[in-house]
């Protein structure tokens, strides 16, 4: 069943690649982008697994190409019908732009990503607080959850792009939940838009370079390689972006915008800031000297899907903890924190002390600076060698230093506002991760940019040679594919994608050991109280823990292992009384209710909660209990299994 998904993700990218005449590298980022902007809709309307009807739909649209070339009389009324297809030989010009290097590298390597981190954990704490907790409630779900649904509610704006492509992929297991298919997922979404950065390679280079393409994230950060990170994402399609803006030459109109419109809509339900990125993007297009009406719907086509995401979040009170901080700060509360001058000069040393993918190699493990300075130094040596051409070296060059000014101060600004009371920042090797991802839409985004320009012209090198019979242009291309192997090859981590791909396993029980630490006996309790119980999977239920009331590291755990079913926690104390249990009831916005015994007064605490529950039991602690509020009365009915 789930071959359905990818057979009719290629089949789409091959027919746009036809009909367009256009790479399909390019067309399976397009197709790519498609997938989720449907799957992003069908979550909206609590029907993710349609997107097998419309693969199916796909998948019997071609089969009637190939009826229409190879069975169908010409005379027939049916042959009028799908006459534009039948002299076209869409089907064997299909095959041929699905049979190329690139194409069948990207599968492969796939493949093998998929089978090599199928095993793997979650370790990572964004991955343990966010995204692999909601991707987890998408996969028993098959939606978008409802009001105060969200399993993350400290981070329920947060846009769904990469917890929508992990769905297709933890698809391959549908009866059983398996966590490292979530790591496939991931892979998958960034190698489909870093798919056009080798459109313009010819095919008996194709294959290697889709190779180092896939490893250029790797300089940049290494959170990749035991995580999922947004912001490495967001930083692929930026770049992708960035290149599609470029590339304009040779383009039907229809193609070039609907291009950006589909890449931008991505961008902007990758992650919240997303809206940044989009925003020079646009800058990025006018600053080329382009006037066009295209822009215009390819603006409204991309922004409305980034409104559609604020009004649906508004609907069903998703708001995230750091958007309604950055609100709150906005509108006058926002005092410069103490340690300002600290974090600035850690955010120095984080810029030139550190290697950006935090591991070391025998190559070069290069800082967040050095890696600007090349990328403004390639951009000297591009313009110098004619590689980029003279009109534009002036408004490429004040874009990339116009973004990267404007996008490293807004990361300063974050950490000491923000992330003010985050300490962990008063460190330098802290400091080089948290820039290394949140700039990674530069980084990424330039070296995609620059590379993908001067992929595009060594290709132009090769047709004048063919053309003329000149071998200098011949070697023209060829040094520009060696810089940028010998760039990619010295730079990467290489102890990153050892682990990624092999290495995990030798801390795998160790790793399993601290989760499941991490989870107190209550959690254990509460996860098994919860459990089998369909009806709360998007239903939020409070669990009022008893004991000191600093559990949130152990409720972020807990959180992620009852997943689908979203938890809230409050601190049941001595002191409770029924009217502070009602308000914490009525605060939480909860639809269950979940108490822990309290370690002292367990009975008299039993009591205050009898007083509100219904029913001929008496109150119990360690079970799910349905809340029913009418006005300011709550009362609490027992919920049974079977």
């Keep these: 069943m789930w071959l359905l998904i990818p057979t009719a993700f290629f089949l789409t990218a091959s027919v746009l690649a036809v009909k367009f005449k256009e790479s399909i590298c390019d067309t399976i980022a397009m197709t790519g982008a498609m997938q989720i902007l449907a799957l992003y809709l069908l979550a909206v309307i609590g029907e993710m697994r349609a ?76 991955d343990i607080n966010f995204w692999s907790s909601d ?97 490495i994402t ?6 992708a972006l960035l290149y599609a803006i ?32 989009a925003l020079f993007a646009l800058l990025f297009y006018f600053m080329l000297g382009y006037k066009e009406r295209g822009i215009i719907f390819a603006s409204l086509f991309s922004a409305s899907f980034y409104g559609s995401w604020l009004l649906f979040c508004l609907i069903n009170r998703r708001v995230a903890k750091a958007t309604g901080l950055g609100i709150k700060m906005a509108t006058g509360s926002y005092s410069v924190p103490a340690n300002a001058l600290d974090k600035a000069r850690y955010f120095f040393l984080g810029l030139w002390t550190m290697p950006m993918h935090a591991d070391h190699n025998i190559t070069f493990d290069l800082p967040i600076g050095a890696v600007i300075i090349l990328i ?58 948290s820039i290394a991802r949140y700039g990674a839409p530069f980084t990424i985004g330039g070296i995609y940019l620059l590379a993908g320009m001067a992929f595009t012209k060594a290709r132009r090198y090769e047709k004048l040679s063919e053309k003329s019979d000149d071998p200098d242009n011949n070697k023209k291309a060829l040094l520009i594919y060696i810089a940028f192997a010998a760039f990619v090859l010295l730079t990467t981590d290489y102890k990153g994608m050892y682990k990624y791909l092999a290495g995990y396993r030798t801390e795998l029980a160790e790793n399993k050991t601290y989760n499941g630490d ?14 089998g119980h369909r009806d709360l999977w998007g239903h939020r239920v409070l669990n009022l823990r008893s004991g000191e009331s600093n559990h949130w590291v152990h409720d972020t755990y807990i959180s992620k292992e009852a997943s689908p079913v979203p938890a809230v926690y409050d601190t049941l104390t001595e002191a409770d009384t029924v009217a502070t249990i009602c308000e914490k009831i009525s605060s939480s916005h909860a639809e269950y209710l979940f108490a822990e015994a309290p370690s002292v007064g367990e009975e008299t605490m039993a009591e205050t909660f009898n007083t509100i529950t219904e029913g001929e039991e008496y109150f119990k602690f360690w079970k799910i209990y349905r809340i029913e509020k009418s006005g300011n009365d709550i009362k609490l009915y027992p919920v049974y299994l079977y």
């Design 518 to 531: 991490m989870i107190d006996d209550g959690g254990e309790m509460f996860i098994e109280a919860v459990y």
């Design 51 to 126: 997107i097998y009807v419309i693969a199916l739909l796909i998948i019997a649209f071609f089969v009637l190409i190939i009826y229409a070339e190879h069975c169908i009389k010409e005379a027939s009324l049916a042959s009028k019908v799908v006459n534009i297809n039948s002299k076209k030989r869409v089907f064997r010009r299909c095959l041929k732009v699905f049979f190329k290097p690139s194409v069948i590298t990207f599968i492969l390597v796939l493949t093998a990503v998929t089978y090599l981190t199928k095993d793997q954990i979650f370790t990572w704490w964004d």
């Design 376 to 433: 403004f130094a390639a951009f000297i040596v591009m313009v110098k060698k004619g590689i980029i051409a003279r009109e534009q070296a002036k408004p490429i060059g004040i874009f990339l230093l116009i973004s990267a000014i404007i996008s490293h101060a807004i990361i300063f600004i974050a950490h000491i506002s923000l992330f003010q009371a985050e300490d962990q920042y008063l460190d330098a090797f802290a400091m080089t991760n």
């Design 246 to 277: 470029w590339d304009k030459r040779d383009h039907a109109s229809l193609f070039y915008y609907g291009r950006i419109a589909l890449y931008a809509a991505v961008l902007f339900l990758t992650k919240s800031v997303g809206i940044e990125w």
């Design 135 to 231: 991707a987890k409630q998408l996969f028993y779900v098959n939606r978008f959850p409802g009001k105060y649904g969200n399993v993350s509610p400290e981070f329920g704006d947060y846009p769904p792009v990469t917890s929508l492509f992990k769905w297709v992929f933890l698809q391959i297991s549908p009866g059983r939940y398996i966590e490292g298919l979530q790591f496939a997922g991931y892979f998958a979404l960034n190698a489909v838009f870093l798919m056009p950065l080798v459109k313009a390679v010819r095919d008996k280079l194709s294959a290697p370079a889709t190779l180092l393409a896939f490893m250029v994230p790797g300089i940049v950060n290494g959170i990749i390689f035991y995580g999922t990170p947004a912001d």
């Design 234 to 239: 967001m930083g692929i399609i930026y770049g």
